[in-house]
């Protein structure tokens, strides 16, 4: 070994800093509202959102829906988008990437959606769809697929040439080479679409739902503003967060367990 | 079918390619040509377009392609709420600009600071994580309860959108850089003023860059929900219009309008790094 590892002991400041950083900032925001710096109407407290967070939990009014609710629509509906796109961006991908047909046929297509943010499409779907959860799901999907759809067609396209050469050489065919070569080495690439997409359903999940929804965790945040209790906003704005960083951790794991025999 | 991939780096892999190109001509390899399916990928588009708006499937739900164009033809003349086509790009683009000045302004120094210094992300790394898995969608209510509906509150969310990627990707940008160009300046008997300046900027620059290039892409989709949600101006203003009056073409054309400079800016950010950086490897693909 050329480098031996050494454990450097980080200065005691540089642990107490995070954590006073952490307290402050709490402790601002607490005590600008306490003293009425910034007024009620516009902000609530953190000890305020734990209080509402702990009513919200039992009590439906006032907008309709406990808060598991909320968040158990907006998981399902965040899902189907994802699961949807999954589905079909990563095989159109990894199509894309090898057989010239498919990249052709697809690509102008793909060219001609991707620069619209998927909310710009909110207005449409309402026409097509309504207000339901058919709704929300297609603007989720088509949020996540562009990831999926970029990552996989990169993930083939950086396949080793020497590789595909090679089993050229021992007689292979396009479609064995795609099956056997192509898809294994763009796994790891198809997996960090997985984390984006997941990460970008779950950022237009909020949006879908200001438009269009009843229930949900979006909605919660519209109908806090529409009510003027900032402290719901608030509650609903951390729910978002802390669920999107759960998912993100889960799936970050299962994306461990599945590569686990996989060199990158 | 033949793989693209044959690199062409010595005088007989070049002769090797000429000699696969020259290829007499064939039905087969005319239908496999690339433009020409780009062609009829295109040409089947715009028809299936077309046809679902002809036998209504979608109902009113949908104009064809050439009503779009009239559409965006009209919105270019008349004016709508006090201002015609070019009126509501620039308001969008405008909001664009400020928070995008804003947001680069201010986190692209902090995360080159916070990567430099360990006292400084010590401090506001935490504070920084809290606020990250916030969807920016998630924060246009706090922006009307504090700022009303004007313009203030549009180029808040755009710059709390774009702060993210910005100071996210110059924190990284420094943090990635390889430790071999650092040992080579310090061999070289440079100061911790020469790492900084003559490696850590040069090396983060792609990654800053391209951190500047995903806020953009962030700060279109901010500021069209933020004008969906409320605004007398702006392309998102259009589209909403064209819900509320029940006009898809008017919503279409918003939407063909937005892409198109959604496109452009990204192109000319794609171009200035080019320009700005030419050191970048090459590793942008699709």
New interface residues.
């Given amino acids: 070994m050329a480098y031996e590892q050494v454990k450097v002991e980080t200065p005691l400041v540089l642990r107490i800093l995070p954590v006073a950083s952490i307290l402050l900032f709490f402790g601002v925001w607490q005590a600008v509202v306490e003293l009425k710096i910034v007024p009620n109407t516009m902000l609530g407290s953190p000890t305020q959102v734990m209080a509402l967070f702990w009513e919200k939990l039992f009590e439906a009014n006032p907008d309709g829906a406990v808060l598991t609710t909320h968040a158990y629509i907006s998981i399902i509906e965040a899902f189907t988008g994802f699961f949807l796109s999954l589905i079909v961006g990563v095989p159109l991908g990894l199509l894309m990437g090898w057989f010239a047909l498919a990249e052709g046929l697809a690509r102008p297509i793909f060219e001609l959606i991707r620069p619209i943010p998927p909310v710009a499409w909110i207005p449409l779907t309402i026409f097509w769809f309504g207000i339901g959860i058919p709704g929300k799901v297609f603007i989720i999907w088509l949020s996540g697929i562009v990831p999926c759809v970029i990552n996989s067609y990169v993930g083939v396209r950086m396949t080793s040439p020497t590789l595909i050469q090679m089993a050229r050489t021992y007689g292979a065919t396009d479609w064995d080479i795609f099956k056997k070569i192509c898809i294994p080495s763009a796994l790891p690439m198809v997996f960090g679409a997985m984390t984006i997409s997941q990460a970008y359903c779950w950022t237009t999940l909020v949006g879908a739902e200001y438009l269009a929804a009843d229930q949900g965790l979006g909605y919660l945040i519209t109908m806090g503003r529409r009510l003027a209790m900032p402290t719901m906003v608030l509650l609903g704005m951390i729910c978002v967060g802390l669920t999107g960083v759960a998912i993100g951790i889960i799936i970050e794991r299962i994306e461990k367990r599945l590569l686990a025999g996989i060199r990158r | 079918?033949s793989?693209t991939?044959?690199?062409a780096s010595s005088i007989a892999n070049e002769i090797q390619q000429e000699v696969m190109e020259r290829k007499p001509f064939s039905i087969v390899a005319f239908l496999?040509n690339?433009w020409?399916?780009?062609a009829?990928?295109?040409t089947?588009?715009f028809a299936l377009w077309k046809y679902v708006d002809y036998t209504r499937v979608?109902?009113?739900?949908?104009a064809a392609p050439e009503k779009v164009v009239v559409a965006i033809y009209r919105l270019m003349i008349d004016t709508v709420a006090g201002k015609s086509l070019w009126g509501h790009t620039w308001a969008s683009l405008n909001r664009i600009l400020i928070g995008f000045a804003i947001a680069s302004s201010i986190a692209v120094p902090l995360g080159i600071l916070m990567a430099l210094n360990?006292?400084v992300n010590?401090?506001?790394?935490?504070?920084f994580d809290?606020i990250k898995?916030?969807?920016?969608?998630?924060?246009?209510?706090?922006a009307?309860?504090?700022f009303g509906i004007d313009e203030p509150s549009k180029i808040f969310i755009i710059v709390v959108g774009t702060f993210v990627p910005c100071l996210l990707n110059s924190y990284m940008g420094i943090r990635l850089i390889e430790p071999q160009l650092y040992d080579v300046v310090r061999m070289l008997g440079g100061s911790r003023r020469d790492e900084i300046l003559q490696v850590g900027f040069p090396a983060a620059f792609p990654a800053i860059f391209a951190g500047l290039q995903i806020s953009l892409?962030i700060a279109?989709?901010c500021v069209?929900?933020a004008e969906?949600?409320s605004a007398r101006s702006g392309l998102?203003f259009i589209?909403?219009q064209?819900?509320q009056l029940?006009r898809?073409d008017f919503?279409?054309a918003?939407?063909v309008v937005?892409?198109?400079w959604?496109?452009a800016t990204?192109l000319i950010v794609t171009y200035l790094e080019k320009f700005l950086c030419p050191w970048k490897r090459e590793t942008s693909?699709?």
């Fill in positions: 079918m793989t991939t044959t690199a496999k690339r020409f399916l780009y009829i990928s295109l089947a588009f979608l109902g009113n739900g949908i360990r006292y010590a401090v506001v790394k935490p504070v809290l898995p916030m969807p920016p969608f998630a924060w246009i209510s706090c009307i309860l504090w892409s279109w989709t069209l929900s969906l949600v998102g589209i909403i064209g819900m029940a898809p919503v279409l918003g939407m937005l892409a198109f959604a496109w990204t693909l699709a």
